[in-house]
T-cell receptor, first 113, second 116 residues
């Protein structure tokens, strides 16, 4: 199984809503990532989890709250978002100790209205 | 520090002609290098990777890339373009960073258009 599965594929939420994005992998990878991608731009790193601990937070606003309940799951909790947060949110995973490729999910297309 | 420069934001080729997407990198250590492809409204799919083995790397869908350390380049090529190759392509460099988590640095992307 070389898949990273993200749900939902599409999400429309209001600025007062609370929602969560989910990501799952069963490759035994111990590093997991959240990226944000705006149209016509490369992905921007948001968070890195290594061995279920938050390793890197790229100065992301607190309205985005990551969570790693176990080594296979990664969540991104959303609250009080702004319209400019509308983007494709990508999850990825990789083996930690080797410099191997990251596997990406298909993404969640988020629209904030 | 590491960085990636994709020299062309847009490349247009005719179907059946060769493809060349250019990428230069800088890295403090021996890098791992990747090319990813992204079709519209989709996630990223790995095309090929270089991890200090053979310098000519073959990937999926007929793509290949050559690692040239002296030129700090990792250009992507394909002998004959197909309509389905039209997509955004990202060159990516990777190295170990803090906390033993690997960080990827993306190039700005090259939009490949294939004309009939």
């Amino acid at each position: 199984d070389t898949e990273v599965t993200q749900t939902p594929k599409h999400l429309v939420m209001g600025m007062t809503n609370k929602k969560s994005l989910k990501c799952e992998q069963h490759m035994g990878h111990r590093a997991m990532y959240w990226y944000k991608q705006k149209a016509k731009k490369p992905p921007e790193l948001m968070f890195v989890y290594s061995y279920e601990k938050l390793s890197i937070n790229e100065s992301v606003p607190s309205r985005f709250s990551p969570e790693c309940p176990n080594s296979s799951l990664l969540n991104l909790h959303l609250h009080a978002l702004q319209p400019e947060d509308s983007a494709l949110y990508l999850c990825a995973s990789s083996q930690v100790v080797d410099r191997l490729e990251a596997f990406f999910g298909q993404g969640t297309r988020l629209t904030v209205v | 520090a590491q960085s990636v420069t994709q020299l062309d934001s847009h490349v247009s080729v005719s179907e059946g002609t060769p493809v060349l997407l250019r990428c230069n990198y800088s890295s403090s250590y021996s890098p791992s290098l990747f090319w990813y492809v992204q079709h519209p409204n989709k996630g990223l799919q790995l095309l090929l990777k270089y991890t200090s083995a053979a310098t000519l790397v073959k990937g999926i869908n007929g793509f290949e890339a050559e690692f040239k350390k002296s030129e700090t380049s990792f250009h992507l090529t394909k002998p004959s373009a197909h309509m389905s190759d039209a997509a955004e392509y990202f060159c990516v460099v990777s190295q170990i960073s803090s906390g033993s988590a690997r960080q990827l640095t993306f190039g700005s992307g090259t939009q490949l258009t294939v004309l009939p």
